[in-house]
Protein backbone atom coordinates (compact mmCIF):
# COMPACT_ATOMS: atom_id res chain seq x y z
CA UNK A 1 0.00 0.00 0.00
CA UNK A 2 0.92 3.88 -0.58
CA UNK A 3 1.92 6.41 1.25
CA UNK A 4 -0.65 8.73 2.30
CA UNK A 5 0.08 12.52 2.53
CA UNK A 6 -2.03 15.62 4.03
CA UNK A 7 -2.21 18.68 4.52
CA UNK A 8 -4.12 20.76 6.81
CA UNK A 9 -4.51 24.48 7.23
CA UNK A 10 -5.63 26.62 9.98
CA UNK A 11 -6.44 29.99 10.35
CA UNK A 12 -7.02 30.54 14.20
CA UNK A 13 -8.29 33.59 15.60
CA UNK A 14 -6.34 36.14 17.40
CA UNK A 15 -8.14 35.20 20.48
CA UNK A 16 -8.24 31.78 20.37
CA UNK A 17 -4.19 31.30 18.64
CA UNK A 18 -3.07 30.18 22.08
CA UNK A 19 -5.45 27.80 23.11
CA UNK A 20 -5.40 26.48 19.63
CA UNK A 21 -1.45 26.20 19.32
CA UNK A 22 -2.04 24.00 22.48
CA UNK A 23 -4.51 21.76 20.96
CA UNK A 24 -2.55 21.20 17.84
CA UNK A 25 0.76 20.54 19.60
CA UNK A 26 -1.24 17.94 22.18
CA UNK A 27 -1.84 16.10 18.63
CA UNK A 28 1.58 16.46 17.21
CA UNK A 29 3.20 14.72 20.76
CA UNK A 30 0.29 11.87 20.57
CA UNK A 31 -0.01 11.81 16.73
CA UNK A 32 3.48 10.77 16.40
CA UNK A 33 3.03 7.52 18.88
CA UNK A 34 0.85 6.19 16.26
CA UNK A 35 2.16 3.51 14.86
CA UNK A 36 1.19 4.09 11.24
CA UNK A 37 2.22 7.92 11.12
CA UNK A 38 5.33 8.75 10.02
CA UNK A 39 5.24 12.43 9.90
CA UNK A 40 3.44 15.07 11.77
CA UNK A 41 4.24 17.96 11.45
CA UNK A 42 3.48 21.75 12.45
CA UNK A 43 3.94 25.11 10.46
CA UNK A 44 3.46 28.38 10.41
CA UNK A 45 3.35 30.85 7.82
CA UNK A 46 4.10 34.64 6.93
CA UNK A 47 0.32 35.60 7.47
CA UNK A 48 0.07 33.41 11.30
CA UNK A 49 -1.49 30.84 9.63
CA UNK A 50 -0.50 26.90 10.45
CA UNK A 51 -0.14 24.21 8.45
CA UNK A 52 0.41 20.61 9.58
CA UNK A 53 1.95 17.77 7.49
CA UNK A 54 1.46 14.38 7.92
CA UNK A 55 2.88 11.34 6.60
CA UNK A 56 0.66 8.16 7.52
CA UNK A 57 2.09 4.10 6.23
CA UNK A 58 -1.49 3.81 4.38
CA UNK A 59 -4.80 4.43 4.30
CA UNK A 60 -5.53 2.09 7.01
CA UNK A 61 -3.17 4.05 9.32
CA UNK A 62 -4.60 7.15 8.52
CA UNK A 63 -8.20 5.94 9.78
CA UNK A 64 -6.80 4.34 12.27
CA UNK A 65 -5.47 7.97 13.20
CA UNK A 66 -9.36 9.38 12.84
CA UNK A 67 -10.27 7.04 15.32
CA UNK A 68 -8.01 7.92 18.15
CA UNK A 69 -9.39 9.60 21.40
CA UNK A 70 -7.18 12.73 21.03
CA UNK A 71 -8.26 13.12 17.45
CA UNK A 72 -11.98 12.58 17.80
CA UNK A 73 -11.41 15.44 21.12
CA UNK A 74 -9.66 17.54 18.53
CA UNK A 75 -12.14 17.36 16.41
CA UNK A 76 -14.70 18.44 18.61
CA UNK A 77 -13.12 21.47 19.46
CA UNK A 78 -11.30 22.87 17.24
CA UNK A 79 -13.86 24.59 14.71
CA UNK A 80 -14.61 27.29 17.40
CA UNK A 81 -11.09 28.44 17.60
CA UNK A 82 -10.73 29.22 13.96
CA UNK A 83 -11.83 31.78 11.43
CA UNK A 84 -12.51 29.56 8.80
CA UNK A 85 -12.78 25.61 8.41
CA UNK A 86 -10.35 23.65 8.09
CA UNK A 87 -8.45 23.11 4.77
CA UNK A 88 -7.64 19.54 4.13
CA UNK A 89 -6.05 18.26 1.16
CA UNK A 90 -5.18 14.08 0.79
CA UNK A 91 -2.67 13.19 -1.43
CA UNK A 92 -1.41 9.93 -2.95
CA UNK A 93 2.23 9.58 -4.52
CA UNK A 94 2.33 9.52 -8.16
CA UNK A 95 6.12 9.42 -8.83
CA UNK A 96 7.90 10.22 -5.02
CA UNK A 97 11.26 9.30 -4.70
CA UNK A 98 11.69 6.62 -1.79
Known sequence: MARI?????????PSTRDEFIALIETMVDK??????????DLYEDENAGLHLYEVYADEKALQEHRETEHYVTYRALVDDL?????????????????
Open 31 to 40: SRQEPGCERY
Open 5 to 13: VVFASFKPA
Open 82 to 98: LTEGIHVTILKGVDVAP
